[in-house]
């Protein structure tokens, strides 16, 4: 590690840092005011956004479940407090593989903004946004296109072509395109959302990350091997650090590079990091997480050391 401070190595220690210090203001105000007190669900709240950018979905849901029951009975289902929360718990079971339940959230969540704040607003636009990436994620390529591009349509007349939001709006159509065969229509606009992301947010934000494992994986598809292990790389190297090895964004970013390695012909560098990534998998999400299936899918294909080795490692035990 680094000597001299660098803001690629604090990300892991501040969320280490946030955390213990909500812990202990959330145990003060359940002590002084109660479990159901706003301000003790405001920390709750924050301390379950600390987790799941940890990647710890299951502490993260138990805490979202236990504020949305608070605030479904002291505020009602419209309050604004009410819906954020919501929109937070949907986005963690949407991570932890439970699309159904994220997508009846989402449906109540988007309905509501709808009849409150109108088509335009931006808390209507994220939660169509948010929609559109599980409908997309269940199958339905057709509908989160049309979601998608409402929401892009909206955020380039609202706030122009170059802000953060509509940035992550034309990276998410992109994606819906490319899932849909139209690799021309995507490569064009990941292009165009990497380059302004670039400029505007820097390498190491999130948005800029995600339009290069976007593009990476058109390039891939296309044939481009060599560029698309450079952006998979250099989201890997940019990831590690901010993030740790086990997050769920940094084992996505593993399991993108692996199939690149393995597509070149690189077969150890490929089951090595596929390895990596099956057993966090395993030890964070449990046997039958989509992610882990997808891990146990993805080394299955590669040629064993030994079958007993292959065998241990996709069961998970000694044979």
Request: glycine content about 8%.
């Given at each position: ?58 502490g993260a849901r138990k ?142 934000h999130p948005v800029t ?111």
């Open positions: 590690m680094a000597t001299t401070w660098d803001k690629r190595d604090s990300g892991r220690a501040d969320y280490a840092s946030a955390r213990k210090l909500l812990e202990e203001v959330l145990e003060a105000r359940r002590r002084l005011l109660g479990e159901e007190h706003p301000d003790t669900l405001t920390a709750t709240a924050h301390l379950a956004s600390t987790l799941k950018a940890q990647g710890d979905w299951a805490l979202q479940e236990q504020v949305l029951e608070a605030r479904r009975r002291l505020l009602g289902e419209e309050h604004p407090d009410t819906l954020a929360v919501t929109n937070d718990l949907a986005g963690t079971l949407h991570e932890q593989g439970d699309l159904a339940g994220a997508r009846k959230l989402e449906e109540l969540v988007l309905s509501t903004r709808r009849c409150l704040l109108g088509e335009e607003h931006p808390d209507t636009l994220s939660a169509m946004s948010n929609l559109a990436a599980t409908t997309g994620a269940q199958g339905d390529r057709a509908g989160a296109r049309k979601l998608q591009e409402q929401v892009l349509e909206a955020r380039r007349h609202l706030l122009g072509e170059e802000h953060p939001d509509t940035l992550a709006g034309t990276n998410n159509l992109a994606g819906t395109l490319y899932a849909q065969g139209d690799l021309a229509g995507a490569r064009k606009s990941q292009e165009q959302a990497l380059e302004a992301s670039r400029r505007l947010l820097g390498e190491e990350l995600r339009a290069m494992n976007n593009l990476a994986a058109t390039l891939y598809t296309r044939g481009d091997l060599a560029g698309a292990r450079k952006l998979q790389e250099l989201v890997l190297s940019t990831r590690r650090p901010l993030l740790g090895e086990e997050h769920p964004d940094t084992l996505w970013a593993m399991s993108n590079l692996a199939g690149t390695l393995y597509a070149q012909g690189d077969l150890a560098g490929s089951r090595k990091l596929q390895e990596q990534a099956l057993e966090a998998r395993r030890r964070l999400l449990g046997e039958e997480h989509p992610d882990t299936l997808s891990a146990k899918n993805n080394l299955a294909r590669m040629k064993p050391k030994t079958l007993r080795h292959w065998l241990e490692l996709l069961f998970g035990q000694k044979q």
